[in-house]
């Protein structure tokens, strides 16, 4: 038996070398030994608190994802995609340039295949970087939407609360410009309250969406909106003063000359025009107009409002006449002579009698639809041709330019 076994040994030997390396080329044909390299691996965040717990939030700029080599059978690599592994980074491990190395391992039901396959790369490098979270108390901004019902323009408003905390990265915080809710007034006639979300707004109005990282103190906020009646009132402007001699005050030149208001039906039942009172057109020495820029929302009485704010500033422009010069022509018969001497009688001879007169154009207009009148003091006259100088009934404000002479003969009897 032994002499059996011993017999050609060497021979023996290097067919059970054989064989094994038959089988080997046999095994790695049928299902060889290969690399595969899987991307795309979610990573599961441990310790994140060590982070969001100091007030700070992160944001992965590379590495979201991680990725494997492997290297095993054909048969079970072939099998194997991103489900099969899992990946986690520890944030508490976070190196001083805020990166960490998210590790991959099989997954629990693929644990089986460990002893099988090598990891080659089992490691990726997740970067991020932090922010702080800051906070800013910020006042609610109303804003309304709809038309109420004819008649009517909301008044007042009284929210729950005026002003709201914002919390939010610091980069995003600085682009919040505003916190508004929006009240929609669709016919409304009468008191109501309403419950909205605020919102977010950038200075160019862009919303800003809430995120994990984005909190707001108050996510409804109450509104009482009190609707108020509309009612047109005229406008009425005084002056103070005097324009300088020869000057005058024609009138007030201002548009609109009446405005829409709104208030509670007390408020605006003893209205009957809204008067600017005081003293915000002085004319006094004026030689030329008089413009004056006024609020009239100063002006308003207790609880009632401008309907449209815009119309707030009225230009107002007092009207200043200067003097002009007109020739008159009178006719002899205007003239009343008086003081005649006793036992004579006057004639005027003089054929074209014309008086240049200064003052304001509406002046001397009124006084050419009136008619001009005048008279002839005789009470130094003497037989003959006498020059008396005319004296004309003038409106204030006008005076004559230059004296005129009339010629008046003066004959004895009669």
């Known amino acids: 038996m032994r002499k059996l076994l011993t017999n050609n040994i060497g021979i023996k030997l290097l067919s059970i070398v054989f064989a094994v390396i038959l089988w080997l080329v046999v095994v790695n044909i049928d299902d060889p030994s290969v690399t595969k390299t899987i991307t795309g691996i979610p990573i599961t965040i441990l310790n994140e608190d060590s982070i969001t717990a100091h007030d ?9 994802t991680a990725t494997v080599r492997v290297k095993g059978p054909r048969s079970i690599l072939d099998n194997l995609d991103k489900t099969d592994f899992t990946a986690t980074a520890d944030f508490s491990e976070m190196s001083i340039t805020n990166s960490v190395y998210a590790t991959v391992e099989l997954t629990d039901e693929n644990a089986k295949y460990s002893s099988k396959i090598e990891f080659l790369r089992n490691s990726s490098v997740m970067s991020i970087q932090l922010e702080s979270i800051q906070t800013k108390e ?135 025009s809204l008067v600017i009172s005081g003293t915000p057109i002085n004319i006094e020495g004026a ?99 006498n020059e008396v100088n005319l004296k004309l009934n003038l409106p204030a404000g006008v005076t004559m330019e230059k004296a005129v002479d009339i010629t008046v003969e003066l004959t004895q009897g009669g």
Do not use: C, W
Request: charged letters at 15%; aromatic letters at 6%.
């Open 56 to 64: 700070y939030v992160y944001t992965v700029t590379s590495g979201e």
């Open 138 to 272: 910020m006042n609610v901004t109303v804003t309304y939407s709809g038309n109420p019902e004819e008649g009517f323009a909301v008044g007042t408003q009284e929210l729950s609360v005026p002003s709201v905390v914002v919390s939010a990265p610091e980069s995003i915080l600085k682009t919040i410009s505003s916190v508004e809710i929006n009240i929609d007034t669709t016919g409304k006639n009468a008191e109501f309250t309403t419950y909205e979300e605020p919102v977010l707004k950038t200075a160019d109005g862009v919303t800003i969406d809430y995120s994990d990282n984005v909190t707001i103190s108050s996510s409804r906020i109450s509104a009482k909106v009190i609707m108020h009646r509309i009612k047109e009132v005229p406008l009425v402007f005084q002056t103070v003063g005097t324009p300088a001699e020869g000057y005058a005050f024609l009138e007030l030149d201002y548009e609109p000359t009446s405005v829409s208001v709104h208030g509670l039906q007390e408020s605006l039942d003893g209205l009957a």
């Open 287 to 385: 030689r030329e107009n008089v413009t004056v820029q006024i609020d009239i929302s100063q002006y308003l009485p207790a609880g009632v409002m401008l309907q449209d704010e815009n119309q707030k500033m009225i230009n107002v422009t007092a009207v200043i006449q200067g003097p002009v010069s007109q020739i008159f022509t009178l006719d002899p018969s205007a003239i009343t002579l008086q003081n005649t001497p006793a036992g004579y009688t006057a004639k005027i001879t003089t054929s074209s009698i014309q008086a240049s007169l200064q003052g304001t154009a509406t002046t001397l207009d009124q006084l050419s639809k009136s008619g001009l009148t005048g008279y002839l003091d005789l009470s130094a006259a003497k037989a003959g041709a």
